[in-house]
């Protein structure tokens, strides 16, 4: 698909659907639109927003959008577990945009193993109360109340009434399914709390099972893309040239020592900063070690 | 830079490279091929592995001037998401990897183990993948995929 260029990054990413599903399965003949797009809106989503976390597709996919990557630990097939638990939704509907600066909240990043006992909390407690709301529009729609209802694969019923039915799709799909959360923490600590109430681990049958990481089949098939991927028009390559040692001082740089290398571009020295500019990986390589660069004698700055 | 033809799964591509650079870059660089991939630039991990004859080589090593006529075959050619080759079947049943950036070096190479000693010991094993790291630690799943492999392709032999 080719996106209008004028659309804004955010607009493109809505409008993708369930297309963009983490970083890992981004198409790269949009990726070029996507990194060049201005940012019309450069803050985060708020975190205070349920639609910020959770989107419900017309077909009946759910999007969660968090500021966690998977960068192999699994994260993105545990998170998705935990969603389809606390949705009532199968899990392969559970559909992710991850990492994402401009339209993830700002979960801290990922480090020290803590995306899943601190960074799966918000996403719980928004699928608790995005089912929550779920169960209030049907008890509309079907004329009875919320403690009639039940939910299972993306369907609310009335409790002994199987003719009673009602697709989460068709009750939000495509719509904003809203509400105000109560924002808690920031960073790795990020946490936010609406009308839902997290199930009973003891009635868990989505949470504790085992199902195949989503990312190792496009690994091993070769079809998953790194950030090392990433291509973009008229793209150059670069290399720093690294100082002698710790304190050096930047004395003299020589640029002529390396225009002589098929696609060299510029040398570019900011303060102690050395780095070359190249069309080509190889071509920066070979200038970044061919580049005569004069430093002063290392600081003896540590003891 | 010289015209090279270098024939990568299957369809010989002429690319315009010096011939002194590394085959790394023109399969990356020139024909977007992505799963080679840069990891030590030294020989030292394996990421860039291909394999050139039906040999597992470091294509970050490997000068385009000493590939260019050859059978080079990259994690791509191997198998397609429609047709694994037995070997990523192996793999992907066994959940093998973690971030999986080296995964080029350990797919290939047992290719190339079970084409020459299709029901390798574990000392086998051990000796092919002796110079591969892995440092999200997925040692014991990549053996065990690499016997289930071995079996596999036996059983269907």
């Known amino acids: 698909m080719a996106p209008d260029p004028a659309l804004s990054r955010r607009e493109f990413v809505k409008n993708a659907g369930g297309l963009l599903i983490g970083f890992s399965v981004l198409d790269f003949t949009v990726a070029p639109q996507l990194l060049a797009a201005p940012l019309e809106d450069p803050g985060f989503p708020s975190p205070a927003r349920l639609d910020a976390w959770l989107k419900i597709d017309k077909d009946g996919a759910i999007r969660v959008f968090s500021g966690k990557a998977e960068i192999g630990m699994g994260v993105e097939t545990a998170f998705a577990q935990m969603v389809a638990e606390e949705l009532d939704v199968p899990v392969d509907r559970v559909a992710f945009v991850l990492g994402d600066t401009a339209t993830t909240t700002d979960q801290g990043g990922v480090g020290g193993s803590t995306s899943i006992s601190q960074g799966s909390k918000p996403l719980r407690n928004v699928a608790a109360t995005a089912r929550a709301l779920l169960l209030q529009l049907a008890a509309r729609r079907l004329g009875a109340p919320v403690d009639q209802l039940e939910t299972q694969s993306g369907i609310v019923r009335v409790k002994n009434n199987t003719s009673k039915t009602v697709s989460y799709a068709d009750l939000v799909g495509g719509t904003d399914l809203n509400d105000l959360l109560k924002v808690s923490g920031q960073g790795f600590g990020l946490n936010v709390e609406g009308i839902g109430r997290l199930k009973n681990p003891d009635s868990y049958t989505v949470v504790g099972t085992s199902v195949p990481r989503r990312d190792i089949a496009p690994k091993v098939l070769g079809t998953f893309r790194y950030i090392t991927d990433i291509r973009v028009p008229g793209m150059l390559h670069g290399r720093v040239t690294r100082p002698s040692g710790v304190g050096a001082k930047l004395l003299n740089v020589n640029e002529d020592s390396v225009k002589g290398i098929a696609g060299y571009v510029k040398t570019v020295v900011k303060g102690n900063f050395v780095g070359v500019v190249a069309e080509t990986e190889w071509a920066a390589i070979r200038a970044a070690k061919a580049l005569k660069v004069t430093w002063s004698a290392p600081a003896l700055v540590f003891p | ?157």
């Open chain 2, 1 to 157: 830079m010289s015209r090279a033809s270098l024939k990568v799964n299957g369809q010989v591509h002429v690319v315009d490279v010096d011939l002194d650079s590394p085959l790394l870059y023109a399969l990356r660089d020139d024909l977007a091929l992505n799963n080679p991939r840069f990891g030590c630039g030294l020989g030292q991990c394996g990421a860039c592995t291909v394999l050139v004859d039906n040999r597992a080589v470091r294509s970050c090593m490997l000068p385009v001037s000493r590939a260019t006529g050859k059978e080079i075959i990259t994690l791509e050619g191997l198998g397609t998401p429609e047709r694994p080759h037995p070997i990523q079947k192996a793999f992907i049943d066994e959940q093998t990897f973690q971030c999986g950036y080296c995964l080029n070096g350990w797919v290939l190479t047992a290719k190339a183990l079970l084409d020459k000693n299709p029901t390798p010991t574990d000392k086998d094993m051990r000796d092919a993948f002796e110079s591969l790291v892995c440092r999200c630690g997925s040692h014991v799943r990549i053996f065990a995929a690499v016997r289930r492999a071995a079996s596999d392709m036996k059983r269907s032999a």
